[in-house]
């Protein structure tokens, strides 16, 4: 669409650069492996206390997502995502040949596809994606090592036992691991065109479900810009975004961002102002978080807005 029909744009911040997720996420990769054994160090019989590596790497501590475990998001859209009312929910798919497919943009340490897979009983295929590289590295090793809590709901042993009995495909998938790539939503419209992204489910048209926590609350931070040809004007990549995450979702598929930056009102202008390959984004529901009041005006800390491609 060519009119500015859209909220007033952030000022622009460090979180709003990918320097700085790299910086961050290459922190929490060191400190990480130096939290593990070493495989070539001597062995001793005396006992050692247990540690709780999980603790070092739980959102709390990622400076991108810390509001949202702060705001009970996660199980808040956990509790959305499978509830009987959403059509995608594991209850109303279950028996299924063909089970949602989820992608999660601006994954971090992946954690919110872990907790879906662990606690959720999505057994479709999973798909993180990340423009910081170290971001992936990181979700790869957290889900190799177990040792974020989302791996954790559940005892190890049940884990294994899901690992074991899942069935391979895209019928199942209870013990196929998820996947994470680095991929830049806003340089990978020609890959996204071409066929060319290995991981892009194009039979399908899209994924089922797109998840985004927080990754339009940092574009919308980016002071980069964009050339707009038609207008020939320069445009904040904020602005290009909505159209890009649209194509991602197959037609009568589920958009779900939350936001700590956005108002809900916002959100919505935001992402339905735009259209992709034909077809638009259109509110489909919301997840309801606690309201206050002050100075004679009503809000949130947070919203989430789940949007349905039509």
């Not at 001793?44 to 997502?65: I, K, L, N, R, Y």
């Not at 926590?213 to 004007?233: H, I, P």
Request: charge should be negative; hydrophobic fraction near 30%; charged fraction near 30%.
């Amino acid at each position: 669409m060519a009119e500015d029909n859209h909220p007033s744009h952030l000022s622009p911040s460090e979180l709003g650069t990918k320097d700085y997720w790299e910086t961050f996420y290459a922190r929490t990769l060191t400190h990480i492996s130096t939290k593990q054994p070493n495989p070539d160090a001597p062995t001793t019989t005396e006992p050692t206390e247990p540690t709780s590596d999980a603790e070092s790497v739980d959102d709390d501590d990622d400076p991108g997502t810390s509001w949202f475990s702060e705001h009970n998001a996660p199980d808040k859209v956990l509790q959305f995502l499978t509830s009987e009312d959403f059509p995608l929910a594991p209850c109303n798919t279950q028996g299924s040949d063909s089970q949602p497919r989820i992608l999660d943009l601006g994954t971090g340490n992946g954690s919110m596809l872990a907790l879906l897979r662990k606690r959720g009983g999505f057994v479709g295929g999973m798909v993180g994606v990340d423009y910081s590289g170290r971001s992936v590295e990181l979700a790869r090793e957290l889900q190799r090592l177990k040792i974020h809590s989302a791996y954790l709901t559940d005892s190890e042993s049940e884990f294994e036992s899901e690992s074991e009995t899942g069935v391979e495909g895209e019928g199942g998938g209870g013990g196929e691991e998820i996947r994470f790539e680095e991929w830049d939503i806003l340089r990978g419209e020609k890959e996204l065109g071409d066929g060319s992204l290995a991981w892009f489910p194009y039979v399908r048209g899209g994924f089922d479900i797109v998840l985004d926590k927080g990754t339009f609350d940092a574009v919308s931070l980016s002071d980069e810009v964009v050339k707009d040809q038609g207008r020939k004007v320069e445009r904040r990549v904020c602005e290009t975004y909505p159209g890009i995450a649209c194509r991602l979702v197959r037609k009568g598929g589920f958009l779900v961002v939350t936001s700590c930056n956005w108002t809900e009102e916002e959100l919505v202008m935001w992402f339905t102002r735009e259209s992709g390959g034909g077809d638009r984004l259109v509110a489909w529901g919301r997840v309801e978080y606690p309201r206050f009041r002050f100075g004679g005006q009503e809000g949130q800390g947070v919203c989430t807005v789940c949007f349905q491609r039509v």
